[in-house]
């Protein structure tokens, strides 16, 4: 009896699709746990950037007259406990279009306010404390030595301590807005935003590329899956605000 060569291979498409499946909710399982996911916590110990008062009146005073609110954005990110999250805000408190990643503003400013509204459990990855705790800040100056803006993230006490500063990124092009681009200012979390955080979910999850399957019918299978089994808003990456390019950090 002759059997089809084509048999083989339709059981084969069915075992890889079925293994795709498996390794992708593997994979999400671990991007839930903030414990894998997330870098050791912030021990705030980096320098204050230049122009950052350590006195957190003196910081706030420093605020006084910045008046440029972008949209509240209120986002689930990871927190410290196994498996659970908090609700973080974030909102743009200054111009954040006209910051260009290439071009330094010629002295730092706080371009966005963010909060933990939960009462007791601290975020992840940046360490985000209680609001009752701490208020921070996204602050964006020049690099020394340096032609790129950086930006940095300061706790700033609600009741005593020092102003301190966390993690600190180089602003980067994700995409160039064209002339006469509108909008408001705004500041949210990159996993919030498809078109920065790409890069990232297509390291995550190659699927689309190097496709074992000549057949369209395949590779739009396997790009609902890969849609079904995306992580989900809980793997919290970095902060984001809309400069002149979009910026991603």
């Known amino acids: 009896m002759i059997r089809s060569r084509s048999i083989p291979r339709v059981v084969g498409t069915w075992l890889t699709i079925a293994a795709v499946i498996v390794a992708a909710a593997c994979a999400q399982t ?12 912030e021990t705030w110990t980096t320098p204050l950037p230049e122009g950052v008062s350590s006195d957190p009146a003196t910081f706030r005073q420093g605020l006084i007259g910045v008046n440029q609110p972008g949209v509240v954005h209120v986002r689930a990110r990871a927190a410290t406990c196994f498996r659970c999250d ?23 400013l ?55 500063a966390g993690r600190q990124k180089v602003l980067g092009l994700c995409h160039v807005h064209p002339p006469g681009y509108g909008g408001r200012a705004d500041a949210d979390f990159a996993e919030y935003k498809p078109e920065c955080a790409g890069s990232l979910a297509s390291s995550t999850m190659r699927i689309g590329e190097a496709s074992m399957f000549p057949s369209g019918v395949f590779e739009k299978m396997l790009g609902r899956i890969a849609t079904l089994l995306a992580p989900l808003p809980i793997v919290s990456r970095s902060a984001w605000i809309d400069c002149n390019s979009g910026c991603c950090t």
Do not use: C
């Open 110 to 164: 706080a371009v966005a306010h963010v909060q933990n509204l939960h009462p007791t459990r601290v975020e992840a990855y940046y360490g985000f404390r209680p609001r009752a705790q701490a208020d921070y800040y996204l602050w964006v100056d020049r690099k020394p030595g340096t032609d790129s803006s950086r930006m940095t993230v300061l706790q700033v006490p609600t009741a005593f301590g020092p102003v301190a």
């Open 30 to 41: 671990v991007q839930l746990d903030p414990q894998v996911q997330h870098q050791p916590p």
């Open 86 to 108: 908090v609700q973080v805000s974030i909102q743009a408190i200054a111009d954040t279009r006209a910051i260009d990643p290439d071009r330094p503003p010629a002295a730092g």
